[in-house]
């Protein structure tokens, strides 16, 4: 048995496969060269008590390992990129830019695409108008910033793929139902190389797996 789960859910709609958050520990946990068990999850597992300890939002992923219980996927990813050679540049400089980076994906660029997220998950983005503008013009200025900053390079931090070009292009592909990404050449060309890593494709195929071995039945 393996020493690694991770929580993920048997089966979501077509419109979040592939962004489901277990995918970024699951994708860390492929470059990393750890093998893992996936701990799946119905609705009503969320919310018992025993899950509740391990993740006290009822949310995917959480992470348990030899006694060790970790949530938030960036803290998992976290855990991985310090404790392989993987995600992670042995320099000190280097290894605090890439957690400075780390937290930017999630703090500073994933709150504009989740408020657009939830507006078009709600079914009210249409009577959001303005404000649903306002927030596209946000999000553009961060990609535009993050843009900028890559410049010529391919990563964010090293000249090296690091997690966090793991947990920016998790949060990039968010955008894919928009163009916000794709037309910015640079961003889509950044995304793209992180995407086609084989831990990415392996991560990727197997939460597509899950999902396809669960569909539920029609009637
Ligand atoms: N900040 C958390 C967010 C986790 C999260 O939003 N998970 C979603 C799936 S991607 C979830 O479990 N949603 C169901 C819910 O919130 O009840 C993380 O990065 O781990």
């Known amino acids: 048995m393996s020493e690694i789960q991770v929580s993920a859910f048997r089966w979501v709609p077509p419109f979040a496969q592939g962004l489901v958050r277990d995918l970024r520990v699951r994708w860390a946990l492929?470059?990393?060269?750890w093998d893992y068990e996936e701990l799946l999850l119905e609705p009503q597992d969320q919310k018992s008590e025993s899950?509740?300890?391990l993740q006290p939002f009822g949310q995917v992923p959480?992470?348990?390992s030899n006694g060790l219980s970790i949530f938030e996927s960036g803290a998992i990813v976290m855990h991985v990129a310090e404790n392989s050679g993987a995600l992670m540049p042995g320099d000190e400089a280097a290894r605090a830019h890439v957690k400075t980076w780390m937290f930017a994906s999630l703090n500073t660029v994933e709150p504009p695409i989740m408020m657009l997220n939830f507006m078009e998950l709600s079914g009210k983005a249409k009577d959001a108008g303005p404000l649903r503008d306002e927030i596209i013009k946000a999000i553009g200025v961060r990609l535009d910033n993050v843009a900028t900053y890559l410049g010529a390079h391919d990563y964010l931090v090293a000249n090296r793929f690091?997690?966090?070009d793991l947990l920016m292009t998790a949060v990039l592909r968010i955008l894919r139902s928009t163009d916000l990404v794709s037309q910015r050449e640079r961003l889509e060309a950044y995304r793209l190389r992180c995407e086609d890593r084989p831990a990415f494709?392996?991560?990727l195929a197997a939460q597509m797996a899950t999902f396809a071995a669960n569909e539920p039945r029609k009637h």
């Open 30 to 33: 492929e470059e990393a060269n």
């Open 51 to 53: 899950y509740r300890r």
């Open 62 to 64: 959480a992470f348990k």
């Open 162 to 164: 690091t997690a966090a």
């Open 201 to 203: 494709k392996k991560a």
